[in-house]
């Protein structure tokens, strides 16, 4: 069982990059979906979720109108489309699923305790 992420890397600011989540040994759309990041020297923050029914969804407001969660359940994966890159987003990018005993997302935030499977984490640098 595990989420395996991919799609990081160096980019300037104001570019693109999509991360992917594939999930083996468990069917994602089961689950509700997040994305965390962690910067050097700070705690890891929820950024960004959906809901296994997507009735509920979040984003920070670091990242909204900027970053976009998607799912597809029939490639078991997971994406974050990040727009509009900044250099305050370097960090290091988790992708998470859960919420099938307490809830993952809510249209008010993401529940870091809520997770019950991560991805190793890929990492992002935005340069200026």
């Known amino acids: 069982v595990q989420l395996q992420a991919s799609g990081g890397g160096l980019v300037q600011a104001g570019g693109s990059l999509r991360l992917s989540c594939v999930a083996s040994g468990f069917a994602l759309d089961y689950y509700a979906i997040a994305w965390f990041r962690q910067a050097p020297g700070k705690e890891r923050e929820g950024i960004t979720c959906?809901?296994?029914?997507?009735?509920?969804?979040y984003s920070s407001d670091s990242v909204k109108g900027r970053f976009t969660i998607s799912r597809d359940n029939g490639k078991n994966t997971l994406y974050l489309q990040m727009n509009d890159l900044k250099p305050e987003d370097t960090a290091v990018y988790y992708c998470a699923a859960g919420g099938r005993v307490a809830t993952l997302c809510t249209s008010l935030g993401v529940y870091y305790d809520a997770v019950k499977y991560w991805g190793k984490g890929t990492q992002v640098t935005v340069s200026s």
């Open positions: 959906i809901s296994s029914g997507g009735g509920s969804t």
